[in-house]
C-alpha cells in the first residue's frame, strides 16, 4: 500500500532544511537511521529534531510494507526505527525484529487518543511495540453528479448497476478484504472455504471492472473517467477537494482500519535517542506539521481538536465511530491463508 501525498519540491526542500539543521545544536555524535513510506513525513520534521537534540536523521524510503519488510531483512542497512502498518508489524513481532518501548515514558504520550492505542493492540496486544501515527480506512469515493442514490454498502460494486465504471484497488489484501466483509466474514479468516468464496465473487465481478489501480483509483474519477473507486480514506479527502460532486462512504458492513505505526527495531543501540524522536513525533505541534503535510487521519487528539469543525466532521479526515464499528484492523499473517490468497489473486488478474 502505498500512502502518500505526492509534493512538488520535496528535494528542494529537504536539502534546504538539512542545511538550516547545522545553524542549531551542534551535532552530539549519535544518530538514527529512520525507515519510512516515501513522502511520509514533513522533512523539517527531522531538521527540527536535529537542531533541537543534535542527534543526526539519517532518512531511508520504501514504496509498500512488502519493499520495507525485504530491504530490512536484507541486513545492508541497520535501520534503528521504522514505520510499516499494522500486519507487517505484526510479523516483525511476531520474529523478534522488534525491541520494547517505555511509552509511559513519554512526554507526550497522552495526546495519541485511546481509541488508536486500542487499534494497535489488535497486532501489539500490550502497547509495548509500535506508536500509532497515521490511520484511516478503505471505502468508496464515488460521483454523485452520477450516483442519484446514496451509496451505503460495498453491494453497489457487485451488482451490475455500474459496469464498467469502477475502478477496484490493485491489491490483493485489499480486493479480498472487502469482497470477505460484504459477504459477512472477517478480514482476518484463515478459512479456505471463505476465502474461496471472495474469490467467486470478485471473479463474477470482474467484467464490471475498468481498471485495478493504485495511486491513480482516486484521479480516474476526480478526471470523470470512472464513476466510483475503492480507495484509502486520506486519499478521498483529496479527491473531494479537487472535485467537491465527490463523496466518500465507509460501508455499512465494514472495512479496514489501517494503521501506521513506528517501531524500534532489534538493530537498534541508542533506544533512548529512538525513544526521544518518537516522543517528539507525538508532540502536538510536530504531529500537526506532519498532519498538514500529509492529509491522512492523524491519531493525535491534540491536532484533531485544533481542526475546524468541517474538517473534524468530515469522515474521510476524521472518521466517527458510528461508521467504523464494524471495522477490524488487518493482522492477518497465516502463510497458509496468504499463500491461498497470493495464488487465487494470480488468477483472477490472468482470467
Given at each position: 500500500?502505498?500512502?502518500?501525498?505526492?509534493i512538488?519540491?520535496?528535494c528542494?526542500?529537504?536539502?534546504f532544511?538539512?542545511?538550516l539543521?547545522?545553524?542549531?545544536?551542534?551535532?552530539?555524535?549519535?544518530?538514527l537511521?529512520?525507515?519510512?513510506?516515501g513522502?511520509?513525513?514533513?522533512p523539517?520534521?527531522?531538521?527540527q529534531f536535529?537542531?533541537?537534540?543534535?542527534?543526526?536523521?539519517k532518512?531511508?524510503?520504501?514504496l509498500?510494507?512488502?519493499?520495507?519488510?525485504?530491504?530490512?531483512?536484507?541486513?545492508?542497512?541497520?535501520?534503528?526505527?521504522l514505520?510499516t502498518?499494522?500486519?507487517?508489524?505484526?510479523?516483525?513481532?511476531?520474529?523478534?525484529?522488534?525491541?520494547?518501548?517505555?511509552i509511559?515514558?513519554?512526554?507526550?504520550k497522552?495526546n495519541i487518543?485511546?481509541?488508536?492505542w486500542?487499534?494497535a493492540a489488535s497486532?501489539d496486544e500490550?502497547?509495548?511495540?509500535?506508536?500509532?501515527?497515521f490511520?484511516?480506512t478503505?471505502?468508496?469515493?464515488y460521483?454523485?453528479?452520477?450516483?442519484?442514490?446514496?451509496?451505503?454498502s460495498?453491494?453497489?460494486?457487485?451488482d451490475?448497476?455500474?459496469?464498467?465504471?469502477?475502478?477496484?484497488?490493485?491489491?490483493?489484501?485489499?480486493s479480498?478484504?472487502?469482497?470477505?466483509?460484504?459477504?459477512?466474514?472477517?478480514?482476518n479468516?484463515?478459512?479456505?472455504?471463505e476465502?474461496?468464496?471472495a474469490?467467486?465473487?470478485?471473479?463474477a465481478?470482474k467484467?464490471?471492472v475498468?481498471?485495478?489501480?493504485?495511486?491513480?483509483?482516486?484521479?480516474?474519477?476526480?478526471?470523470?473517467?470512472?464513476t466510483?473507486?475503492?480507495?484509502?480514506?486520506?486519499?478521498?479527502?483529496?479527491?473531494h477537494?479537487y472535485n467537491p460532486?465527490?463523496?466518500?462512504v465507509?460501508?455499512?458492513?465494514?472495512?479496514?482500519?489501517?494503521?501506521?505505526?513506528?517501531?524500534?527495531?532489534?538493530?537498534?543501540?541508542?533506544v533512548?535517542?529512538?525513544?526521544?524522536?518518537?516522543?517528539?513525533?507525538?508532540?502536538?505541534?510536530?504531529?500537526?506539521k506532519n498532519?498538514?503535510?500529509?492529509?491522512?487521519?492523524?491519531?493525535?487528539e491534540?491536532v484533531?481538536?485544533?481542526?475546524?469543525?468541517?474538517?473534524?466532521?468530515?469522515?474521510a479526515?476524521?472518521?466517527?465511530?458510528?461508521?467504523?464499528?464494524?471495522?477490524?484492523?488487518?493482522?492477518?499473517?497465516?502463510?497458509n491463508?496468504?499463500?491461498?490468497?497470493?495464488?487465487?489473486?494470480?488468477e483472477?488478474?490472468?482470467?
Open positions: 500500500m502505498i500512502r502518500k501525498r505526492i512538488i519540491g520535496c528542494l526542500i529537504m536539502l532544511a538539512l542545511v539543521s547545522g545553524c542549531g545544536k551542534k551535532k552530539s555524535g549519535e544518530s537511521t529512520v525507515f519510512n513510506y513522502e511520509y513525513m514533513d523539517d520534521v527531522c531538521a536535529e537542531k533541537e537534540t543534535g542527534i543526526e536523521i532518512y531511508e524510503e520504501a509498500t510494507p512488502e519493499e520495507m519488510y525485504t530491504k530490512y531483512k536484507s541486513g545492508a542497512i541497520d535501520y534503528d526505527l514505520c502498518s499494522d500486519y507487517m508489524l505484526k510479523k516483525l513481532m511476531e520474529e523478534g525484529e522488534l525491541q520494547k518501548i517505555n509511559n515514558g513519554f512526554e507526550n497522552d487518543g485511546k481509541k488508536y486500542e487499534f497486532f500490550k502497547n509495548e511495540y509500535a506508536v500509532p501515527y490511520w484511516g478503505l471505502g468508496i469515493l460521483d454523485t453528479t452520477k450516483v442519484k442514490e446514496p451509496v451505503d460495498w453491494k453497489v460494486l457487485f451490475g448497476s455500474y459496469k464498467g465504471q469502477i475502478i477496484m484497488q490493485n491489491s490483493l489484501r485489499d479480498f478484504m472487502l469482497a470477505l466483509k460484504y459477504l459477512g466474514y472477517s478480514l479468516t484463515t478459512e479456505e472455504k476465502i474461496r468464496e474469490y467467486d465473487l470478485l471473479l465481478q467484467p464490471d475498468q481498471a485495478y489501480l493504485v495511486d491513480e483509483a482516486r484521479d480516474e474519477v476526480v478526471a470523470g473517467n470512472a466510483m473507486a475503492v480507495v484509502y480514506s486520506g486519499e478521498a479527502y483529496l479527491g477537494e460532486d465527490l463523496t466518500y465507509i460501508p455499512k458492513e465494514g472495512s479496514e482500519v489501517w494503521l501506521d505505526a513506528f517501531a524500534v527495531t532489534k538493530q537498534c543501540k541508542n533512548e535517542a529512538a525513544e526521544k524522536f518518537l516522543d517528539f513525533l507525538c508532540r502536538k505541534e510536530i504531529a500537526k498532519f498538514e503535510y500529509i492529509y491522512y487521519s492523524t491519531p493525535n491534540a484533531i481538536n485544533s481542526l475546524s469543525e468541517e474538517d473534524r466532521n468530515n469522515e479526515l476524521v472518521p466517527s465511530d458510528e461508521s467504523i464499528k464494524n471495522c477490524e484492523v488487518c493482522t492477518q499473517t497465516d502463510k491463508a496468504i499463500d491461498l490468497m497470493n495464488k487465487l489473486w494470480k483472477l488478474k490472468a482470467n
